[in-house]
DNA sequence: ATGGCCATGCACCATGGA
């Protein structure tokens, strides 16, 4: 099985380019973060075209995500169920014997303001749903854009993103405390010295340079994780024409 | 020496992203 994630940032701005790297990946699940359109507006024909069913949890402009699949899947969760939301950020189906979901943490700029608080709540009720998730199914695997970035390495230059929500103690805090839980960090159990960057500023310098960070991530449950073939950030979306400013993220497992 | 983007929406600026 692969799977990948990728936040599109508006699947309508750059459907062509991403059914043709459809085509050419031809994963078998594609978790897709920021589709920014609401369940109307998604382009259910093309994708179906491609050879994919798609689960869609749309929202008017901002947010969104959605679960494509060549593989029958049935959606369990349609936002947190513990957690009272008005935005489009996580969906939770299963393909077989294993639960797939698709993530968008909220970004929390400027710390200490509502939206922060809004990040904090929205990570605390994810990692209590995981804890639930793990005692009911084995195989478990969350996809998606974190808005994280857990330590120095998981960004070109720490210093200036001191006082970003990306970097905040109770963000990172949080996000670890997924990985206690039981959740093991893919990309980074294959690839510990790479930096496994997946976003890049939009701007001239940024992607040439490699001034990314790392907060797109698959965590997958310790029997998902034992069947793990391989993980790689796909820079191809991050070259093409407009392109979005995170690449994705394909894991390959062997279920 | 500085700053450089981009998508959306009742839309030619404001908002959100990270």
């Known amino acids: 099985m692969k799977i990948a994630t990728l936040n599109i940032n508006s699947v309508n701005a750059r459907l062509a380019p991403f059914l043709a790297w459809l085509d050419d990946i031809k994963p078998d699940i594609v978790l897709l973060e920021e ?27 901002y947010n969104g995500v959605a679960v494509l699949s060549k593989i029958p899947v049935n959606v369990l969760h349609e936002n947190l169920p513990n957690f009272e939301d008005t935005q489009a950020r996580y969906l939770e189906v299963q393909a077989g014997d294993v639960v797939i979901s698709s993530v968008y943490m909220p970004n929390g700029n400027p710390t200490g303001s509502e939206k922060f608080e809004y990040k904090l709540k929205f990570m605390d009720a994810f990692n209590e749903h995981a804890e639930k998730l793990l005692k009911q199914y084995d195989k478990v695997i969350f996809g998606g854009d974190f808005n994280v970035i857990l330590s120095a390495d998981d960004v070109y230059d720490e210093t200036l993103f001191k006082d970003n929500a990306l970097c905040a103690e109770g963000a990172r805090r949080r996000l670890t405390a997924l990985k206690y839980l039981g959740f093991y960090d893919v990309y980074k159990t294959l690839h510990a010295k790479e930096n ?28 998902m994780i034992q069947t793990l073939k391989s993980c790689v950030v796909d820079k191809d979306l991050r070259k093409i024409e407009k392109p979005s400013d995170h690449t994705a993220l394909v894991a390959e497992f062997e279920i």
């Open 35 to 61: 589709i920014k359109t609401e369940y109307n507006g998604f382009p259910f024909f093309e994708i179906s075209a491609a050879g994919y069913e798609a689960k869609v949890l749309g929202q008017k402009g």
């Open 196 to 223: 496994g960057y997946t976003y890049w500023d939009y701007g001239p310098t940024a992607f040439v340079n490699d001034f990314g960070m790392r907060i797109d991530f698959f965590f997958a449950s310790a029997s």
